[in-house]
Structure formats: structure tokens, C-alpha cells
């Protein structure tokens, strides 16, 4: 059992920035087969993939979010993070963390609201 622990979100205005984190219970990364990353669901909207890292540091980003948002982790491999930059009113969404490890784990959820 791998629990995410994620930071909280926030409210900005269109063009800011913030900086999401999620901590995982077990080193995801020690495993091969290892991935940690974001998802997001707006309102009335299906979940969706905003970015995915694996072990050898591979990154996958939305096509909407390329160019904008990083995502990375630490040197221990508890913990991945994600910058957005130049935030947009349609990147508001509850956040979650994604880990796989055989199984799927997700976090809480944390709400990004970006204003207009």
C-alpha cells in the first residue's frame, strides 16, 4: 500500500505560478516498473493526465500543459513535484497525485484555481 500525501493548491491570477508537491509513503522509483505524476478533473469534466515521470527521469506532459508546467522529483524519489508557470483560467481543477507500482494509488486531491 503506497500513500501520496500532496501539497495544497492555491488561487492565482492568469500568467502566475505555483508549485504542487506530493510525498509518497514508499520510494516509488526503487521499483523498474516505478511512475509518479499528476492528474487533473475540472468540473464537469473527465480526469485527465497533465504529467507523468518514471524512473529514468522520462517525462509525459499533456499537450495542453507543454512548455508551461515541470515535472520532477527529488534525489530520494519520495517525492515529485510540480511547477506550473504561466497558469491559465482553464488549468483550474482539482489536482491528484498518481503513483504506480503494479497497483494504482492516487492523492487526496488539492484545488489550483487560476482567475481570469
Known amino acids: ?4 500525501v500532496e501539497s495544497r493548491g492555491g488561487f492565482v491570477q492568469a500568467g502566475g505560478s505555483l ?3 506530493c510525498t509518497a509513503s514508499r520510494s516509488i522509483f526503487l521499483f523498474v516498473t516505478g511512475v509518479m505524476g499528476w492528474y487533473r478533473q475540472a468540473p464537469g469534466k473527465q480526469r485527465e493526465l497533465v504529467a507523468t515521470i518514471t524512473r529514468t527521469g522520462a517525462a ?3 499537450d495542453s500543459v507543454k512548455g508551461r508546467f515541470t515535472i520532477s522529483t527529488d534525489n530520494n524519489k519520495n517525492t515529485v513535484y ?10 483550474t481543477a482539482v489536482y491528484y497525485c498518481y503513483a504506480s507500482v503494479v ?12 482567475s481570469s
Open 1 to 4: 500500500q503506497v500513500q501520496l
Open 60 to 62: 509525459n506532459y499533456a
Open 103 to 114: 497497483d494504482d494509488y492516487w492523492g487526496q486531491g488539492t484545488q489550483v484555481s487560476v
Open 82 to 91: 510540480l511547477q506550473m508557470n504561466s497558469l491559465r483560467p482553464e488549468d
Open 19 to 21: 508549485r504542487l508537491s
